[in-house]
């Protein structure tokens, strides 16, 4: 018997256009309420309904709510046809799901609708995304048999799309270029004119971002292309440029760099340059963050979220064949200190605790539902640990932090390493399946998956600060999945 990812495949252009929404729709109505009762579910962190997410895509603030896209394959949990899903929220805290946001039903997105952004103009939300085509017969898929198409898509609610128009394809990249260019990100440059910059993997196995320009965001034409002398990595996913404090950044998903034990450390990497573009400044020492997007609050806040995974990691995520796989992470404000970019949970985050279990004289505490937060301040000790039951550890000694994972908890997970000259603070996200590990405010974060069988966790902080916290947090952030979303204990 057919599966409905394959009958959804197999579908004709025109009667995608007028099922296949529905159709997603459907299989989300029927295998969602299952899905949200498993055991690995997050309570703050956003997930797939059903199936399969990654990449967050179109990340905006627009009328009056913030707007988080992602990439989506609703009809299995191990990627497949790619969608955009949709969430908004008025304040972080509390979101709507609003379904299946664009569906590849044209010819220049028949095979995916791929990773983009979100630009506001005037009283309109424009989409750009990659619409991905996979020529039948005997190709490579990177010189040859794959189109990779710009596509444009306006709204004027933020919920209903239309107007499909194609604005950018192969032959509109620079010679040099593969068939790898995708994952268009919009912004207003410093002169009022539009800029669009894309991923591209070149010729000669070299990682590179094309920056085009637009006027009314329809006609684009190619302005430049950055990348480094030396090839690091083969290709460049998911580019990302922004200002910090007169500091301009590019942020690249660099793939095809040579892995190491304290820097590089994932299959594909998501960093950073500053400036003259010298060294890749690593977002995340953690097993499971990628593609990154940030964008701009309406008090300012530069705000990133990233995908809590990896592509082709070679560890699971979805080790209880649950239904439904990865999930994003929290909302992060982003700040320059110390010639960096310090990252922190959204000071809104704060509202979702509930109240504060007391830890005994040994600084033990079970935290009831694998959901809740851990904070030490002004810590004193050069060596110390954070236990948590026995499947992870959080330690740090001589310039190093490390995650590590002593058993099937990390489900193939063994550790990670950060140089840190002194840790100072510790402050522990833990959500049910999900760690955001955030040391000295933000310097360095560490994030990771975990699968924990037993309904609680026990954790053992072994040290000396001089203040010492551990939070609850409950209730659902999405009323999809809980009628008592956002709510507290």
Excluded at 167 to 174: A, H, K, Q, R, V
Excluded at 308 to 329: F, K, R
Excluded at 335 to 343: C, D, F, L
Excluded at 424 to 433: F, P, Q, W, Y
Aim: glycine share 10%; with cysteine; proline share 4%.
């Amino acid at each position: 018997m057919k599966t409905t990812e394959m009958l959804a495949e197999e579908m004709p252009l025109t009667q995608r256009k007028e099922e296949l929404k529905k159709m997603a729709d459907a299989y989300e109505g029927k295998h969602a309420p299952q899905v949200e009762l498993q055991d690995q579910r997050a309570l703050y962190h956003l997930m797939p309904p059903a199936g399969w997410l990654n990449d967050p895509n179109g990340l905006c603030w627009y009328k009056g709510r913030y707007h988080v896209f992602f990439q989506y394959s609703p009809f299995t949990p191990q990627g497949g046809m790619k969608m955009w899903g949709h969430y908004s929220s008025p304040d972080l805290l509390h979101y709507e799901y609003h379904g299946i946001a664009i569906v590849p039903d044209e010819a220049y997105d028949r095979d995916g609708v791929y990773s983009g952004s979100a630009i506001c103009r005037g009283d309109k939300l424009y989409v750009f995304y990659t619409g991905n085509v996979k020529e039948k017969g005997d190709h490579d898929y990177i010189l040859s048999g794959r189109g990779a198409n710009v596509i444009r898509m306006e709204s004027e609610d933020g919920i209903h799309f239309e107007k499909k128009t194609c604005i950018l394809t192969n032959e509109d990249y620079p010679e040099e270029c593969t068939c790898h260019v995708r994952d268009p990100k919009l912004y207003v440059g410093e002169d009022g004119a539009y800029r669009m910059v894309l991923g591209a993997r070149l010729k000669e196995e070299k990682g590179a971002v094309l920056l085009y320009r637009s006027e009314d965001l329809l006609h684009f034409r190619l302005e430049g292309m950055y990348t480094t002398q030396e090839a690091f990595g083969y290709m460049w996913e998911c580019p990302d440029i922004f200002e910090m404090e007169g500091h301009k950044i590019l942020a690249v998903c660099p793939q095809g760099v040579e892995r190491g034990s304290e820097r590089y450390q994932n299959i594909y990497q998501s960093g950073y340059y500053v400036k003259d573009m010298d060294e890749l400044t690593e977002w995340d020492m953690g097993f499971d963050f990628y593609a990154p997007q940030t964008f701009e609050a309406p008090d300012g806040r530069r705000i990133l979220i990233g995908w809590a995974g990896v592509p082709d990691a070679g560890y699971d995520s979805n080790p209880m064949e649950e239904g439904w796989q990865h999930c994003l992470t929290v909302p992060r404000e982003l700040t320059w200190h110390n010639g960096k970019i310090y990252q922190y949970p959204v000071r809104e985050l704060t509202k979702l605790r509930g109240g504060e279990w007391m830890p005994d004289n040994t600084g033990r505490v079970t935290i009831s539902g694998k959901c809740g937060e851990i904070i030490a301040e002004d810590i004193r000790t050069e060596q110390g640990a954070v236990y948590m039951d026995s499947g992870c550890v959080i330690k740090w000694d001589k310039g190093y932090v490390t995650l590590s994972f002593q058993d099937e908890t990390g489900a193939g997970r063994s550790v990670r390493n950060a140089r840190v000259s002194k840790v100072e603070s510790i402050r522990i996200l833990v959500d049910v399946s999900v760690l955001e590990v955030y040391i000295n405010h933000g310097e360095v974060v560490m994030t990771s998956r975990f699968f924990m069988k037993q309904p609680d966790m026990d954790v053992c902080f072994e040290g000396r600060a001089e203040r010492l916290e551990f939070y609850r947090i409950g209730g659902r952030i999405c009323e999809t999945f809980s009628s008592d979303w956002g709510g507290v204990d």
